[in-house]
């Protein structure tokens, strides 16, 4: 059973920058897991930051960067603002056709 | 623009069986992989199957695998759940979401606001 691990959670100052990362139970994520990120805040449906490691969304400001650093794949938000307070969840390709999400990372920004 | 509108979510005793359906909007349906994800109350994000642009292949999270049916028609760009034999730990909102293209290594880019189906008795 592949686990995809996060960070539970995570706390920023206004203006700061965060890096939250993604990793797997037994490996290393690479570009060839796809790692994807989404954001999520209370009662609304999640909005889709980052696909393929580093692709902003349509839309998605480019203080939302992806990236694999060391054995994880990684999402940094720089200039953090206050509507930045969400959970953000991974997403990786496990095997042929099938996704795991991580259990998310709780983000405040105070 | 992309749209993704959930709907057949309800209230239904375990064992029963329930159909969701999505219907899409603004793009080419027929060129893009389909998912649903679902999320349960309180809880985070889990992927629970994929469907190729044409229907050829289908993939699904072992905590459904053998109960859950995804389907789609291109012709009425909707994409369909058929849930069976469903259990009290179903219970969740279920979201549909496009690809960011035909490949099952495609991942969600637009989302559905999604349907709540608990299961109760």
């Known amino acids: 059973q592949t686990v995809v691990t996060q960070e539970a959670s995570f706390s920023v100052s206004p203006g700061g920058t965060v890096t939250l990362t993604c990793g797997l139970s037994s490996g290393s994520v690479s570009t060839s897991y796809y790692p994807s990120w989404y954001q999520q805040t209370p009662g609304q449906a999640p909005r889709t930051l980052i696909y393929?490691?580093?692709t902003r969304s349509s839309g998605v400001p480019d203080r939302f960067s992806g990236s694999i650093l060391g054995n994880k794949a990684a999402l940094t938000i720089t200039g953090a603002q206050a509507d930045d307070e969400s959970d953000y969840y991974c997403?990786?390709?496990?095997?042929?056709?099938?996704?795991?999400f991580g259990g998310g990372t709780k983000l405040t920004v105070l | 623009q992309v749209q993704l509108v959930e709907s057949g979510g309800g209230v239904v005793q375990p064992g029963r069986s329930l159909r969701l359906s999505c219907a899409a909007s603004?793009?080419?349906?027929?060129?893009?992989?389909m998912h649903w994800v679902r999320q349960a109350p309180g809880k985070g994000l889990e992927w629970v199957t994929l469907?190729?642009?044409?229907?050829?292949?289908?993939y699904y999270a072992d905590s459904v695998k053998g109960r859950f049916t995804i389907s789609r028609d291109n012709s009425k760009k909707t994409l369909y759940l058929q849930m069976n034999s469903l259990r009290a730990e179903d219970t969740a909102v279920y979201y549909c979401g496009r690809g960011i293209s035909g490949s099952a290594s495609a991942p969600l880019e637009y989302w559905g606001q999604g349907t709540l189906v608990t299961v109760s008795s």
């Open positions: 393929n490691t580093n």
């Open positions: 469907i190729w642009y044409d229907g050829s292949n289908k």
């Open positions: 997403m990786l390709y496990i095997r042929s056709g099938t996704w795991v």
């Open positions: 603004g793009f080419t349906f027929s060129s893009y992989v």
